[in-house]
């Protein structure tokens, strides 16, 4: 196995901390951990795990944190982690592989974020880029911060996935924390917007914010800001922020705008289950409905190998084939495509079956 060192920042983590270090002890990885000023148990119960525990005055800047771990860890190799985040599966020889395969890349581990809203826990996969050489690589921007080119600070850069799971629980909690995280965060973001006003990738974080609370209108106002500056849309954040864009605008009435804002440029992000779902709720939204198009959308969908929200290929898109063909008049289909999406315990096709049932 390369010689890899994980870097982790944190405060106040004394609820997370062993679980997150714990996982990494066996695998004989140099722990970087660096401690933003906690005034709980954090550092004590680290310790318990390693001797690389550095302190760092906070300056409101996520990207020095990080820098900073990066500067104390001995070997090239990092491997990036948060304390909400726990290990649950790695392969060693094939992360040795895909690194010896590209050794100027970004790794990509599979992350497992767990979601509570209203009381209901659902869990939300995605990619995000935690594996790269020290001396290719630093972060940059203040909050959200990104993994960029040392030499050019371009987040540009090749990509690959490695064979690593993170459970991810830091969406988990009440809507009071989930609030005053949205709040904190903004915070910062707008000190960032007014340095760099052109820059869409703080609009984007300011949209996710107010998604993260469930306030579609504030995050479509955000979301719109950054999709009027320019784009590269083979960036992973634009490509994800077309999703949450859509899914704003359906949520506050504005399909038909949403519509023409994404059908001219519909092949920059066709290629997703979460953007063809999107698209299909926009086109079940429409003042005028297009029921056909909506439906190929989901058929396209559920054909995705992978997605990034849970059910986005599977029981999402087969419950909205079932609304499409019972609203066609085809009830015999509609219960297939419910029964298939009652085979993931979807409680809203659950629900039509049921209804569907008792009338047969």
């Not at 870097?7 to 901390?17: D, T």
């Not at 690589?137 to 799971?165: A, F, G, M, W």
């Not at 864009?245 to 992000?269: K, Q, W």
Request: with cysteine; aromatic share 14%.
């Amino acid at each position: 196995m390369i010689p890899l060192s994980v870097c982790i920042i944190g405060k106040n983590e004394e609820k997370n901390i062993e679980r997150c270090l714990a996982p990494l002890v066996p695998y004989g990885f140099e722990i970087i951990y660096v401690d933003t000023g906690s005034t709980d148990r954090t550092k004590e119960l680290a310790a318990k795990y390693t001797d690389n525990i550095y302190d760092f005055e906070w300056v409101n800047d996520f990207s020095a944190a990080r820098n900073f771990s990066l500067q104390k860890a001995s070997h090239n190799y990092v491997l990036v982690i948060d304390c909400d985040e726990f290990l649950t599966d790695i392969d060693l020889d094939g992360i040795e592989h895909a690194v010896n395969e590209h050794p100027r890349g970004i790794g990509m581990v599979l992350r497992i974020n767990q979601c509570e809203s209203n009381g209901k826990m659902t869990t939300s996969p995605d990619r995000v880029e935690r594996l790269f050489h020290k001396r290719y690589y630093h972060y940059n921007y203040t909050i959200h911060e990104q993994v960029c080119d040392i030499n050019t600070n371009s987040t540009y850069c090749e990509r690959y996935d490695i064979p690593l799971t993170l459970d991810h629980v830091g969406y988990v909690g009440g809507e009071e924390d989930k609030r005053r995280k949205a709040e904190r965060n903004n915070e910062l973001l707008f000190k960032e917007i007014e340095k760099h006003p052109d820059d869409p990738y703080f609009y984007f974080q300011v949209g996710q914010s107010y998604n993260l609370i469930n306030d579609y209108e504030n995050s479509y106002i955000y979301y719109k800001k950054a999709f009027e500056l320019p784009l590269n849309t083979e960036e992973l954040w634009v490509q994800f922020m077309a999703v949450t864009f859509i899914n704003s605008m359906t949520h506050t009435g504005r399909s038909d705008e949403a519509l023409e804002l994404f059908e001219p440029v519909y092949s920059c992000f066709a290629n997703t289950a979460d953007f063809y779902c999107s698209m299909g709720n926009i086109y079940l939204n429409l003042t005028n409905p297009q029921p056909l198009k909506a439906m190929m959308e989901y058929v396209k969908a559920s054909q995705c190998p992978e997605a990034r929200e849970e059910g986005s290929n599977t029981f999402i898109p087969y419950y909205n084939m079932g609304i499409i063909n019972e609203m066609l008049g085809n009830v015999p289909a509609a219960i297939n495509f419910y029964q298939k999406s009652a085979a993931y315990h979807y409680p809203l096709a659950e629900e039509r079956l049921s209804v569907l049932n008792r009338q047969c």
